[in-house]
């Protein structure tokens, strides 16, 4: 470079107008870059607000209401659960007289429900109580008198009262308005219910559609007794029994990756473990639907002598197979965040590996571990395409008791609700994603509080 | 799978450790050429020269913590006690126990500054809290960091001052009371007054220990060494520009020797300020 250019250069960083020029321009280009962040940023928590807005405006609102029976003829109050048992009874042998058979194969009986009316009392009740000299007859033979007193002496006052307000009482939504509705249009509402519904006794109230009741209610196909029960108690189930899986293994193969499998350039086992690595990599990518189909050959097909089929054990392994690559992949970097220099101080003390990574690594990696295992565990409570390939039900009557249960879970009611065609499931699906969205922060929460605490110990 | 001896044979005479023709490699490449040295016990000695010329990585040979860079690989004998430390049956995690080491940047644990000290003795498995209080309190006082932290042995060791972070963790390394202590450039991150701190903790250790530093400060090792070794660079041209260098030992002597009279030109011309 000659004496010449350089001066030209040099006249250019002492010219003020050319600096003051590109000093605008600088500063515009910074403040473009400012509003379109911010307008991310807007456009972000819009479609948050937009989904709380349409959740909120399906969960909660005015329904009509109205009943086979009213409950206020059958008990003060309607308060069905301050009766006595037998005038529970009484109730049922009054309206329902004929369906006492019925009852008795759904609540006492325990065998095969198409041999119920053709056995003989006493195997039909073998163990349970039931009328003297009656062992020879069928059940159709007892008075409904008799039939009463068997629901009476092996049912509890709980079961009654559910049996009473389901096939009894029998309420049913006529007519439900949104949350927006009810507030701006109160006065329109009130009307259309005097006009149309105040005739036929029914009552016209403002409710909640998350409420006791819809937590701890089973499913049902009666949107007005339906609840999320059953649903609640397979996610969490499922969610709980997967990271039980996932996190050693997942945490295991992240260790052994980092820590063990380091071998020199060109032996064999880095290429192997390059290769594994790789794949891990990519598995984290691969559709849920792929690891459901995965899960229903193996877990639920080939191992079905284990896991029972389409259980919960198949599900959560499946799950665990989902989550595991992410899991493994956060954690190798949580791994790889800890310095070298705490290692090296370590190994100069004289500490064997697995002092090291004990001691030394796992602590300091752990808090990052653990938002690996929130991110994923997020993941298996939402997913949703897996488990309806690994059989989850979309409707069962019962709770599920143990691993080998047969379940359903939050997403797959939300979905099943959401496509019926009586209008109430879609309240009943709002208030099914809040149940999740409040599941989801909860598990979250605790997860980060064990996160924080991890933090604490590091830095005091 | 023979232990590391804790205590010199009657053979073994004055030196700590002895190296006979260290070659150092990092795969393929050289990094150190035949190095011999003889490590005077309960002295200070001291690694000088230029960067790049394999101080670091010579004082690293002498407790295998080069085993934990991938690819490395150290021939020639390292005798310490009479036992060639690269031999067959030699366990590096009882070499690190004997031949302790300080690190360039302070390294505490992010734990309590009680669990940095007691760190070393619980690895070894002692347990009695009654005993690692002892250790705890003898391993700081013996660091001069006692009377300052006393108080806070609660306190995370990260809390402390650069300087009171580097006398920790020659605290931690005194704890399990090696042989050998290997200080890899200790003051360089340190200003003028730590650095006085570290050098008279230095004074006062090398009644107990025998210790081996590298410093880039010719200041520092004329200050507290009482031998120095000068290592410098060799290099040969390749084609196309290329070059291939690696390190070689110059000159060993007393430190006096070292600044005052060198025998070897290249030595003089490095201390009088020439080049490195």
């Known amino acids: 470079m000659t004496d010449n250019t350089l001066d030209t250069q040099i006249d250019l960083v002492r010219d003020e107008g050319f600096y003051q020029t590109n000093l605008r321009s600088r500063k515009f280009r910074g403040n473009l870059w400012k509003n379109f962040f911010l307008l991310a940023i807007i456009v972000a928590f819009g479609a948050l607000l937009a989904l709380f807005y349409n959740i909120a405006n399906s969960a909660f609102g005015y329904v009509v209401e109205d009943y086979a029976v009213n409950p206020t003829t059958l008990a003060p109050d309607g308060n069905l659960s301050a009766l006595r048992e037998d005038e529970l009874i009484a109730i049922l042998l009054e309206y329902q007289e004929r369906r006492l058979p019925v009852y008795i194969r759904d609540y006492v009986f325990t065998g095969d429900p198409t041999q119920f009316t053709t056995l003989p009392v006493s195997e039909v009740l073998a163990g349970k109580w039931y009328p003297p000299e009656t062992d020879a007859l069928t059940i159709r033979d007892l008075t409904p008198a008799q039939q009463a007193e068997v629901l009476e002496r092996n049912m509890d006052q709980a079961q009654m009262v559910t049996l009473i307000t389901e096939q009894v009482v029998d309420p049913v939504v006529l007519e439900s308005y949104t949350l927006v509705e009810s507030i701006f249009n109160r006065p329109a509402i009130e009307a259309e219910f005097q006009e149309e519904f105040v005739e036929q006794g029914a009552t016209l109230y403002f409710t909640s559609w998350v409420n006791l009741d819809f937590l701890t209610s089973p499913l049902s196909n009666n949107p007005a007794a339906a609840g999320a029960r059953t649903a609640i108690i397979g996610t969490l189930l499922v969610v709980i029994v997967t990271i039980c899986i996932a996190f050693p293994i997942g945490v295991g193969a992240a260790i052994y990756l980092e820590e063990y499998s380091d071998h020199q350039e060109g032996h064999f086992l880095t290429r192997m473990n390059r290769i594994i690595e790789t794949n891990i990599r990519n598995l984290a990518g691969v559709p849920s639907i792929i690891y459901g189909l995965l899960g229903l050959a193996v877990f639920v097909r080939t191992l079905g002598g284990v896991t029972g089929g389409r259980t919960i054990i198949s599900a959560s392994l499946t799950m665990a197979l989902l989550i595991l690559p992410v899991i493994i992949i956060n954690a190798q970097e949580a791994l790889r965040a800890v310095p070298s220099s705490l290692r090296d101080a370590s190994y100069g003390m004289g500490a064997t590996k697995w002092q090291t990574i004990y001691k030394v690594v796992m602590p300091s990696a752990i808090p990052g571990i653990l938002t690996g295992t929130i991110l994923a565990m997020s993941r298996a409570i939402g997913e949703t395409a897996p488990l309806i390939i690994v059989g989850a039900s979309t409707f069962i009557l019962f709770d599920p008791s143990s691993l080998q249960s047969r379940f359903t879970v939050l997403p797959i009611l939300i979905y099943n609700w959401t496509s019926r065609p009586q209008p109430e499931f879609k309240n009943l699906a709002a208030s099914a994603i809040i149940v999740l969205l409040v599941l989801l922060l909860i598990l979250n929460a605790t997860a980060i509080i064990l996160r924080q605490r991890a933090r604490k110990s590091l830095a005091s | ?276």
């Open chain 2, 1 to 276: 799978m023979s232990a590391v001896k804790a205590t010199a044979p009657a053979t073994s005479g004055a030196y700590a450790i002895e190296l006979k023709n260290v070659n150092v490699f990092y795969g393929e490449k050289l990094a150190v050429k035949d190095v011999n040295v003889n490590i005077q016990r309960q002295k200070i000695t001291a690694f000088i020269g230029p960067s790049g010329c394999g101080k670091s990585t010579v004082l690293r040979a002498l407790n295998r913590m080069n085993d934990l860079v991938l690819g490395a690989r150290v021939a020639g004998e390292v005798i310490y006690n009479g036992q060639n430390l690269y031999g067959p049956n030699i366990d590096p995690v009882e070499v690190r126990r004997r031949i302790g080491m300080v690190f360039q940047k302070a390294n505490p644990f992010p734990k309590s500054i009680y669990d940095n000290i007691a760190y070393g003795p619980r690895l070894l498995g002692i347990r009695g809290k009654q005993q690692l209080d002892d250790i705890v309190e003898r391993s700081l006082k013996g660091a001069f960091l006692w009377d300052e932290v006393k108080n806070d042995l609660k306190k995370s060791g990260l809390a402390l001052s650069g300087g009171q972070q580097q006398r920790l963790c020659i605290a931690r390394a005194v704890a399990i009371e090696p042989d050998v202590i290997l200080m890899d450039e200790p003051c360089s991150a340190l200003d003028p007054i730590a650095t006085q701190a570290i050098e008279e903790l230095m004074r006062e250790l090398v009644k107990t220990y025998t210790i081996v530093i590298v410093t880039h400060n010719m200041q520092q090792a004329q200050r507290v060494a009482d031998f120095t070794a000068f290592f410098s660079i060799r290099k040969e041209m390749l084609n196309e520009g290329k070059d291939r260098r690696w390190g070689v030992l110059v000159e060993y002597a007393p430190t006096a020797t070292i600044f005052n009279s060198p025998a070897n030109e290249e030595t003089e011309r490095y201390i009088g300020g020439e080049f490195g």
